[in-house]
C-alpha cells in the first residue's frame, strides 16, 4: 500500500475535528446564561431547608460494589457455558470452579458482615 491510500482517512479525521470544534465553539456561543434561581434545590413545590447535599454511609457504597462485582460475575456464566459447550468434562470443571469461586468470595463477605446495614 502507498500512503496515497491513506488520504480518505487523513480527510475524515480532519474533518470529525472541524465539525467537532465548531459544535463545541458554537454551543459556547449559544449556552443559556448562568440563573442562579434554577441552581437552588426545589422539589414538590417547596424549597429546601436543611441541606441538600447529604453524605451516604460507606455501607451503601459497599453493597452497591459488591452487587456490581457479583453481577458482572455472574454475567459471565452463561457465555462460559455456551462457549465450551462443546468442551465436555473440562468445560464442567472449568464451569465449576468459577461458580465454587463466587460463592466462597460472597460467604467470606457474608461472614465479615459486608452485608449488614448498620
Given at each position: ?27 459556547k ?53 455456551v ?21 466462597v ?14
Open positions: 500500500m502507498r500512503l496515497w491510500d491513506y488520504l480518505p482517512i487523513l480527510i475524515f479525521m480532519i474533518v470529525g475535528l472541524i465539525v467537532g470544534g465548531a459544535i463545541l465553539g458554537l454551543s456561543i449559544v449556552r443559556p446564561k448562568h440563573n442562579p434561581v434554577k441552581d437552588l434545590p426545589y422539589e414538590s413545590g417547596i424549597l429546601a431547608t436543611t441541606p441538600v447535599r447529604q453524605r451516604f454511609s460507606i455501607s451503601f457504597y459497599l453493597t452497591a460494589m459488591l452487587f456490581i462485582v457479583f453481577d458482572i460475575e455472574l454475567a459471565f456464566v452463561y457465555p462460559i457455558a462457549t465450551l459447550r462443546d468442551r465436555g468434562i473440562t468445560a464442567l470443571i472449568v464451569m465449576l470452579s468459577f461458580v465454587v469461586t463466587v460463592v468470595a460472597l460467604i467470606y463477605i457474608w461472614r465479615k458482615g459486608a452485608l449488614e446495614w448498620r
